[in-house]
């Protein structure tokens, strides 16, 4: 199983930018389809980016499209959030999540479909 450990969280400003860091370790990363979550107090968890094994095919929940950008470098076993134009609603502990069993063309918006997690990083937008 491969670990998850996830930085670049913080507080910023409305119209900040931030940007989220997954590195991955303990399995073959090229093989694992690889999502963002995010779960605010009292709300269950929300896809927020997804992104398949090779990077050929990314999906966004509408709330962040054209703000938010997945990205992973296989080589360097790493996922990334570049998150831009921030909203006090993007306030949230956001998870990286793996796995895989997806097809390769695939990534999910399913938090049920992904057997991997890492502990989370808070990021807080201040309006």
């Known amino acids: 199983q491969v670990q998850l450990v996830e930085s670049g969280g913080g507080l910023v400003q409305t119209g900040g930018s931030l940007r989220l860091s997954c590195a991955a370790s303990?399995?073959?990363?090229?093989?694992?389809?690889m999502a963002w979550f995010r779960q605010s107090p009292g709300k269950g968890r929300e896809f927020v980016a997804g992104?398949?094994?090779?990077?050929?095919?990314?999906s966004y929940t509408n709330s962040v499209k054209g703000r938010f950008t997945i990205s992973r470098d296989n080589a360097k076993n790493t996922v990334y959030l570049q998150m831009n134009s921030l909203k006090p609603e993007d306030t949230a502990v956001y998870y990286c999540?793996?796995?895989?069993?997806?097809?390769?063309?695939?990534?999910?918006?399913?938090?049920?479909?992904?057997?991997?997690w890492g502990q989370g990083t808070q990021v807080t937008v201040s309006s």
């Open positions: 999540a793996a796995d895989r069993r997806m097809p390769t063309d695939r990534a999910s918006t399913n938090h049920n479909e992904y057997e991997n």
């Open positions: 992104i398949s094994r090779y990077g050929g095919i990314t």
């Open positions: 303990g399995g073959t990363f090229r093989a694992y389809t």
